[in-house]
Nanobody
Framework: QVQLVESGGRLVQAGGSLRLSCAVS????????MYWLRQAPGKEREFVAA????????YCADSVKGRFTISRDNAKTTVYLQMKSLKPEATAVYYC????????????????????WGQGTQVTVSS
């Protein structure tokens, strides 16, 4: 059974920091690129960040570049999203997702679809 379990979401003040975690089980973690996406109330789900299988390559949406960092620990089968200088518009449910790739070099930072999703964790940034 594949499980992606997000944690770390909470209420935080604007300007604060937060680290989200996504613990993965049931797949060979190191063969999956990992992603963070978010969905704010009344809005469509949007891409936030991506990391390749080995963690060598990362990519962030322009809206969070320089403030959010994605990382992974393949030994712990966990992916992280470090968020700094949080703004109220970051309020959303944050989801992690996984997509299988045969090679660490041949991957898509923004695929059209994902193989697995987590249930999400709520992040609320107060002004």
């Amino acid at each position: 059974q594949v499980q992606l379990v997000e944690s770390g979401g909470r209420l935080v003040q604007a300007g604060g920091s937060l680290r989200l975690s996504c613990a993965v089980s049931g797949i060979t973690f190191s063969t999956y690129a990992m992603y963070w996406l978010r969905q704010a109330p009344g809005k469509e789900r949007e891409f936030v960040a991506a990391i390749s299988r080995s963690g060598t390559n990362t990519y962030c949406a322009d809206s969070v570049k320089g403030r959010f960092t994605i990382s992974r620990d393949n030994a712990k089968t966990t992916v992280y999203l470090q968020m700094k200088s949080l703004k109220p518009e970051a309020t959303a449910v944050y989801y992690c997702a996984a997509k299988f790739f045969r090679s660490d070099n041949a991957w898509y930072s923004r695929p059209n679809e994902y193989d697995y999703w987590g249930q999400g964790t709520q992040v609320t940034v107060s002004s």
